[in-house]
């Protein structure tokens, strides 16, 4: 197809080898083996150039998820036999030279993705361009020692699975996906990548149960994408897993806290939390008002990555993580810390200065996991006219309490 590309270098040997870290390269190798950069040549067919039709080689199969210029679906690899998502932006309302800008960006994002192989993430296999569509396609990782062909996965949403009748997963599987979400997040901020609208639509099992890993399918606009189209409504596309700030067209790395404090929600209570907007007439119930059997400190843990005022969350993935780990270790550092980059030394006066910073910051973290009250704050006054602007006429009367309209059963089953 016109992404394998073969490069023009070549060993002593004659082989070709990787013009980034010169390892040998098997003949029409597409990507280097040894550092997942792309194997390149001159003359190359550019994304921009591609119109091979999708439907080629992929079968699809349901659609997972439809937003404004992206939709997801399931799809069936013909040549692999093996079941694979497809990310669709649709990019047909754009004059040729931003459709042209929009490759480049999903391009370079693709090859980015691709190099850093990105933990609970599904690894991306292919990126296509055809008659104003952009497709990113990812597949389920193949176990260690077994080829693509012998890869057995049914995919699943985790909103299918917990829709299906079987209850909810273990509160320790609960955590050990958003731990092993948080490192996700952790990657893909560091190289910009802010999601938006993470949900249980988009995240995937390869089984109709619990017994499997939980990955992030490739799901999301890029910003850079997203600055090309023709604005839409933020408001009316509002989930119960959208962030407030997201509503108002400012999304940022804490944004994604707040989805991903909305999925554990939907884990522990099976219901998932109200929408922001209906947040700002009445406060969220927590987790452990809704189940009982939820520990208090994981309660507020919950808490703390849902509150309105992004500030008041945790600022990253790194610290999300860290306070999680030290809440499942049962209040007792983990072995395994949260790796961060260390300041330049610094004189004997700034780190007496330092250290209450320190001290401050391992407090909060330490309230998490041991505080047994729950703290829930209305969306402040600052922001009521900027909400006002975006959102549908409403009553002020008192609205009764609503809960999901598909409650997962058995959503009270769980202890932690």
């Known amino acids: 197809m016109t992404m394998t590309q073969v490069t023009t270098d070549a060993s002593p040997s004659g082989n070709p080898h990787c013009s980034n870290c010169h390892a040998v390269l098997p003949p029409r190798a597409t990507f280097c083996a040894s550092c997942g950069e792309r194997v390149v040549k001159k003359n190359v067919v550019s994304l921009s150039q591609d119109n091979i039709d999708i439907a080629t080689r992929y079968r699809i199969t349901s659609l997972v998820r439809r937003r404004p210029y992206v939709s997801l679906f399931f799809a ?11 990310r669709d932006i649709d990019i047909s309302s754009l004059s040729n030279e931003a459709q042209a800008s929009a490759c480049d960006i999903v391009q370079q994002e693709y090859d980015l993705l691709r190099r850093e192989n990105i933990l609970s993430l599904m690894p991306v ?3 296509r361009r055809f008659e104003g569509h952009l497709y990113v396609v990812s597949a389920w990782p193949s176990p260690a020692g077994k080829s693509e062909r012998t890869v057995d996965a049914h995919l699943q949403t985790l909103q299918d699975v917990l829709q299906s009748g079987i209850g909810l997963p273990e509160t320790q599987v609960s955590l050990f996906w958003i731990e092993q979400l948080c490192s996700s997040l952790i990657n893909l901020h560091r190289q910009h990548i802010i999601l938006g609208d993470l949900d249980p639509q ?13 990955l992030l399918m490739v799901s999301w606009l890029p910003p850079l994408v997203h600055d090309l189209m023709p604005h839409t409504s933020a408001v009316n596309n509002a989930t119960n897993f959208t962030a407030p700030e997201v509503l108002l067209g400012r999304p940022e790395p804490a944004s994604d806290i707040y989805s991903l404090g ?5 884990l522990l209570t099976g219901i998932p939390p109200e929408e922001p907007m209906a947040r700002m ?7 452990g008002e809704v189940n009982p059997r939820i520990n208090a400190r994981l ?22 993580l860290e306070a999680l780990s030290f809440l499942r270790s049962g209040g007792k550092r983990a ?3 949260v790796s961060t980059t260390l300041p330049p030394p610094a004189n004997t006066n700034e780190e007496h200065q330092q250290a209450p910073k320190a001290k401050s910051k391992e407090s909060e973290i330490e309230d998490i996991s041991n505080t047994d ?44």
């Not at 069936?76 to 497809?86: A, E, F, K, L």
């Not at 909305?262 to 939907?266: D, E, F, P, R, T």
């Open 76 to 86: 069936v690899d013909n040549q692999q036999s093996r079941p694979v998502g497809i």
């Open 125 to 127: 296999i292919e990126v």
């Open 202 to 214: 988009a995240l995937i099992l390869s089984s109709n149960n619990y017994n499997s890993d939980l």
């Open 262 to 266: 909305a999925v554990l929600y939907l």
């Open 281 to 287: 007439h009445r406060s969220l119930l927590s987790p």
């Open 299 to 320: 309660d507020e843990f919950v808490m703390k990555a849902l509150a309105i005022e992004s500030a008041e969350r945790f600022q990253n993935a790194s610290e999300m």
């Open 335 to 337: 072995s395994a810390k």
């Open 373 to 416: 009250t729950v703290q829930i704050k209305p969306l402040p006054n600052k922001d009521l006219e900027a909400w006002e602007k975006g959102k549908r006429p409403i009553t002020l009367a008192p609205a009764p309490l609503k809960r999901s309209p598909d409650p997962v059963e058995g959503a009270v089953e769980q202890v932690y």
